[in-house]
Protein backbone atom coordinates (compact mmCIF):
# COMPACT_ATOMS: atom_id res chain seq x y z
CA UNK A 1 0.00 0.00 0.00
CA UNK A 2 1.28 3.80 -0.92
CA UNK A 3 1.48 5.67 2.21
CA UNK A 4 2.51 8.98 -0.03
CA UNK A 5 1.67 9.22 -3.50
CA UNK A 6 2.36 12.25 -5.81
CA UNK A 7 1.20 12.62 -9.63
CA UNK A 8 2.63 13.48 -12.19
CA UNK A 9 6.21 11.57 -11.52
CA UNK A 10 7.51 13.56 -14.33
CA UNK A 11 7.12 17.15 -15.48
CA UNK A 12 8.21 18.41 -18.17
CA UNK A 13 7.07 21.96 -19.53
CA UNK A 14 7.16 24.72 -21.28
CA UNK A 15 8.18 28.50 -19.18
CA UNK A 16 5.11 30.52 -18.63
CA UNK A 17 2.88 27.51 -18.64
CA UNK A 18 0.53 27.05 -15.35
CA UNK A 19 0.56 23.18 -13.61
CA UNK A 20 -0.30 21.37 -10.74
CA UNK A 21 0.74 18.46 -8.37
CA UNK A 22 -1.65 16.09 -6.53
CA UNK A 23 -0.44 14.35 -3.03
CA UNK A 24 -2.36 12.21 -1.30
CA UNK A 25 -1.48 10.05 1.93
CA UNK A 26 -3.17 7.56 3.76
CA UNK A 27 -1.63 7.03 6.80
CA UNK A 28 -4.01 9.20 8.87
CA UNK A 29 -1.46 11.89 8.92
CA UNK A 30 -2.87 15.52 10.35
CA UNK A 31 0.15 17.46 8.95
CA UNK A 32 1.10 17.78 5.06
CA UNK A 33 4.17 19.42 3.62
CA UNK A 34 5.46 20.29 0.23
CA UNK A 35 9.37 20.67 -0.09
CA UNK A 36 11.39 21.62 -2.92
CA UNK A 37 14.89 19.68 -3.76
CA UNK A 38 17.55 21.73 -6.03
CA UNK A 39 19.73 20.39 -8.34
CA UNK A 40 22.24 20.20 -5.70
CA UNK A 41 20.00 17.97 -3.58
CA UNK A 42 19.15 20.68 -1.01
CA UNK A 43 15.90 19.52 0.72
CA UNK A 44 13.82 23.25 1.74
CA UNK A 45 10.31 23.13 3.10
CA UNK A 46 7.61 25.53 1.05
CA UNK A 47 4.52 24.81 3.11
CA UNK A 48 3.12 22.78 5.23
CA UNK A 49 -0.82 22.42 6.45
CA UNK A 50 -2.10 21.36 9.18
CA UNK A 51 -5.70 19.73 9.05
CA UNK A 52 -6.54 21.50 5.72
CA UNK A 53 -5.26 24.86 7.31
CA UNK A 54 -1.72 26.43 6.24
CA UNK A 55 0.61 26.55 9.05
CA UNK A 56 4.14 27.37 7.53
CA UNK A 57 4.33 29.39 3.99
CA UNK A 58 8.37 29.67 4.02
CA UNK A 59 9.09 32.68 1.61
CA UNK A 60 7.71 30.94 -1.43
CA UNK A 61 6.65 33.14 -4.75
CA UNK A 62 3.03 33.77 -4.74
CA UNK A 63 3.43 31.90 -7.80
CA UNK A 64 2.83 28.88 -5.74
CA UNK A 65 -0.42 27.97 -4.71
CA UNK A 66 -0.85 25.18 -2.32
CA UNK A 67 -4.46 23.69 -1.32
CA UNK A 68 -5.36 21.26 0.75
CA UNK A 69 -8.77 20.16 0.10
CA UNK A 70 -8.93 17.58 3.01
CA UNK A 71 -6.14 16.70 5.65
CA UNK A 72 -5.69 13.39 2.80
CA UNK A 73 -4.54 15.73 0.22
CA UNK A 74 -2.58 18.55 -0.29
CA UNK A 75 -1.75 19.87 -3.67
CA UNK A 76 0.92 22.53 -5.31
CA UNK A 77 -0.46 24.80 -8.43
CA UNK A 78 2.74 26.71 -10.51
CA UNK A 79 1.39 29.57 -12.15
CA UNK A 80 3.98 31.46 -14.73
CA UNK A 81 6.59 28.63 -14.63
CA UNK A 82 10.37 29.83 -14.75
CA UNK A 83 13.66 27.92 -15.29
CA UNK A 84 14.27 28.41 -12.05
CA UNK A 85 11.41 26.15 -10.80
CA UNK A 86 13.03 23.07 -12.00
CA UNK A 87 13.24 20.69 -8.91
CA UNK A 88 12.13 17.85 -7.50
CA UNK A 89 8.88 18.60 -5.57
CA UNK A 90 8.65 16.20 -2.52
CA UNK A 91 5.16 16.09 -0.75
CA UNK A 92 5.32 14.73 2.97
CA UNK A 93 2.89 13.83 5.59
CA UNK A 94 3.21 13.32 9.43
CA UNK A 95 1.59 12.95 12.61
CA UNK A 96 3.63 15.79 14.85
CA UNK A 97 5.52 15.15 16.46
CA UNK A 98 6.28 12.02 14.56
CA UNK A 99 8.68 11.61 11.55
CA UNK A 100 7.86 12.92 8.04
CA UNK A 101 7.25 10.41 5.66
CA UNK A 102 7.73 11.46 1.65
CA UNK A 103 6.33 10.92 -1.39
CA UNK A 104 8.31 9.48 -4.22
CA UNK A 105 9.18 12.98 -5.59
CA UNK A 106 7.81 14.74 -8.80
CA UNK A 107 10.61 15.89 -11.07
CA UNK A 108 9.45 18.99 -12.71
CA UNK A 109 11.80 20.32 -16.12
CA UNK A 110 10.94 23.96 -17.03
CA UNK A 111 12.09 24.52 -20.69
CA UNK B 1 17.43 30.02 14.48
CA UNK B 2 18.45 26.00 13.71
CA UNK B 3 20.94 24.72 11.88
CA UNK B 4 22.53 21.52 10.04
CA UNK B 5 25.67 20.68 9.15
CA UNK B 6 26.82 17.54 7.42
CA UNK B 7 30.29 18.43 6.72
CA UNK B 8 31.03 15.13 4.34
CA UNK B 9 30.08 15.81 0.81
CA UNK B 10 30.82 12.64 -0.58
CA UNK B 11 32.47 9.62 1.47
CA UNK B 12 33.91 6.64 -0.98
CA UNK B 13 34.13 3.17 0.64
CA UNK B 14 35.01 -0.48 -0.32
CA UNK B 15 32.25 -3.10 0.71
CA UNK B 16 32.73 -4.62 4.05
CA UNK B 17 34.13 -1.32 6.00
CA UNK B 18 32.76 0.63 8.09
CA UNK B 19 31.86 4.33 7.67
CA UNK B 20 30.84 7.02 10.04
CA UNK B 21 28.33 9.85 8.63
CA UNK B 22 28.46 13.15 10.39
CA UNK B 23 25.73 15.52 11.83
CA UNK B 24 26.09 18.32 13.78
CA UNK B 25 23.12 20.71 14.30
CA UNK B 26 22.43 23.68 16.21
CA UNK B 27 19.57 24.78 18.17
CA UNK B 28 18.59 26.99 21.37
CA UNK B 29 15.27 24.84 21.62
CA UNK B 30 15.43 22.49 24.70
CA UNK B 31 12.54 20.15 22.91
CA UNK B 32 14.01 19.25 19.57
CA UNK B 33 14.02 15.93 17.53
CA UNK B 34 17.31 14.40 15.57
CA UNK B 35 16.38 12.50 11.72
CA UNK B 36 17.97 10.81 8.98
CA UNK B 37 16.76 10.22 6.14
CA UNK B 38 17.78 8.12 3.16
CA UNK B 39 17.26 8.93 -0.58
CA UNK B 40 19.03 6.11 -2.70
CA UNK B 41 19.82 6.42 -6.67
CA UNK B 42 15.74 6.11 -7.64
CA UNK B 43 15.33 9.21 -5.73
CA UNK B 44 12.64 8.23 -2.70
CA UNK B 45 13.15 9.70 0.41
CA UNK B 46 13.19 6.58 2.91
CA UNK B 47 12.98 7.27 6.45
CA UNK B 48 15.69 5.67 8.90
CA UNK B 49 15.13 6.99 12.27
CA UNK B 50 13.63 9.58 14.66
CA UNK B 51 15.48 10.71 18.77
CA UNK B 52 14.25 13.33 20.80
CA UNK B 53 16.27 15.45 22.66
CA UNK B 54 15.36 13.81 26.15
CA UNK B 55 16.75 10.52 24.79
CA UNK B 56 20.14 10.22 24.27
CA UNK B 57 20.27 6.20 24.33
CA UNK B 58 22.11 5.18 21.13
CA UNK B 59 20.32 2.85 19.33
CA UNK B 60 21.60 0.54 17.15
CA UNK B 61 19.58 -1.67 14.31
CA UNK B 62 21.13 -4.49 12.15
CA UNK B 63 24.28 -2.79 10.57
CA UNK B 64 23.02 0.60 11.24
CA UNK B 65 23.49 2.74 14.47
CA UNK B 66 23.14 6.29 15.76
CA UNK B 67 25.46 8.09 18.41
CA UNK B 68 23.22 10.87 19.83
CA UNK B 69 25.61 12.95 22.09
CA UNK B 70 24.44 16.50 23.14
CA UNK B 71 27.71 18.13 24.53
CA UNK B 72 28.78 18.09 21.45
CA UNK B 73 25.46 18.42 19.30
CA UNK B 74 26.09 15.45 17.43
CA UNK B 75 24.10 12.67 15.81
CA UNK B 76 26.06 10.20 13.97
CA UNK B 77 25.19 7.43 12.16
CA UNK B 78 27.72 4.40 11.47
CA UNK B 79 26.96 1.78 8.84
CA UNK B 80 28.93 -1.44 10.08
CA UNK B 81 30.47 -3.75 7.06
CA UNK B 82 28.86 -1.44 4.12
CA UNK B 83 26.90 -2.66 1.08
CA UNK B 84 26.90 -1.53 -2.17
CA UNK B 85 22.91 -0.98 -1.48
CA UNK B 86 24.15 1.02 0.65
CA UNK B 87 24.69 3.56 -1.89
CA UNK B 88 22.84 6.58 -1.22
CA UNK B 89 22.69 10.59 -0.12
CA UNK B 90 22.15 10.32 3.57
CA UNK B 91 20.46 13.75 5.02
CA UNK B 92 20.14 14.46 8.98
CA UNK B 93 17.47 16.43 9.84
CA UNK B 94 16.37 18.89 12.82
CA UNK B 95 12.95 19.65 13.80
CA UNK B 96 12.40 21.84 17.04
CA UNK B 97 9.64 22.50 19.77
CA UNK B 98 6.47 20.11 19.96
CA UNK B 99 4.28 21.97 18.01
CA UNK B 100 3.94 22.78 14.41
CA UNK B 101 7.30 23.30 13.09
CA UNK B 102 9.46 22.01 9.87
CA UNK B 103 12.77 19.41 9.31
CA UNK B 104 15.70 21.67 8.76
CA UNK B 105 17.80 19.45 6.35
CA UNK B 106 21.96 19.31 6.47
CA UNK B 107 22.86 19.11 2.75
CA UNK B 108 23.73 15.70 3.01
CA UNK B 109 26.50 13.46 2.38
CA UNK B 110 26.60 11.26 -0.96
CA UNK B 111 27.84 7.74 0.11
CA UNK B 112 29.55 5.54 -2.72
CA UNK B 113 29.71 2.05 -1.44
CA UNK B 114 32.13 0.20 -4.17
CA UNK B 115 32.55 -3.68 -4.71
Known amino acids: DTAVSQTPKYLVTQMGNDKSIKCEQN?????MYWYKQDSKKFLKIMFSYNNKELIINETVPNRFSPKSPDKAHLNLHINSLELGDSAVYFCASSQIPRAQYFGPGTRLTVL | AQKVTQAQTEISVVEKEDVTLDCVYE???????LFWYKQPPSGELVFLIR??????QNEISGRYSWNFQKSTSSFNFTITASQVVDSAVYFC????????????FGKGTMLLVSP
Open chain 2, 51 to 56: RNSFDE
Open chain 1, 27 to 31: LGHDT
Open chain 2, 27 to 33: TRDTTYY
Open chain 2, 93 to 104: ALRVGSGYSTLT
